[in-house]
């Protein structure tokens, strides 16, 4: 069966940065499409960006500050955040499916994905 764990949450003060990854346990990263979602304390789940073949996509509220790639080596895929703000806390996910690559370059977030992994808190506060 195929899973996902997440690692790299952790607190930091606004500005830090953290590195976020989304390892995939039985099948090839490069299969699927991978989403990173995003859920603050009170609020609707988000989508925050998506990588697919060669296509990635970002929210508006991460643009330039968040960076998606894959880590073959490490059948994961990265995501680095930088220059962190006190509304980027929550409980990040990610997600796989194949139906990803049907939407990533698109402007909507779907979350009926196949997989999902447990989530990992990042907090970010002075």
């Known amino acids: 069966q195929v899973h996902l764990v997440e690692s790299g949450g952790g607190q930091v003060q606004p500005g830090g940065s953290l590195r976020l990854s989304c390892v995939v346990h039985?099948?090839?990263?490069?299969?699927?499409?991978i989403a990173w979602f995003r859920q603050a304390p009170g609020k609707e789940r988000e989508g925050i960006s998506c990588?697919?073949?060669?296509?990635?996509r970002y929210a508006d509220s991460v643009k330039g500050r968040f960076t998606i790639s894959r880590d073959t080596a490490k059948n994961a895929v990265i995501l680095q955040m930088n220059d962190l703000k006190p509304e980027d806390t929550g409980v990040y996910f990610c997600?796989?499916?194949?139906?990803?690559?049907?939407?990533?370059?698109?402007?909507?977030?779907?979350?009926?994905?196949?997989?999902w992994g447990p989530g990992t808190q990042v907090t970010v506060s002075s």
């Open positions: 039985r099948q090839a990263v490069v299969y699927y499409g």
């Open positions: 990588i697919s073949d060669d296509r990635r």
């Open positions: 997600a796989a499916d194949v139906q990803i690559s049907n939407w990533c370059s698109g402007d909507v977030w779907y979350e009926d994905n196949r997989y």
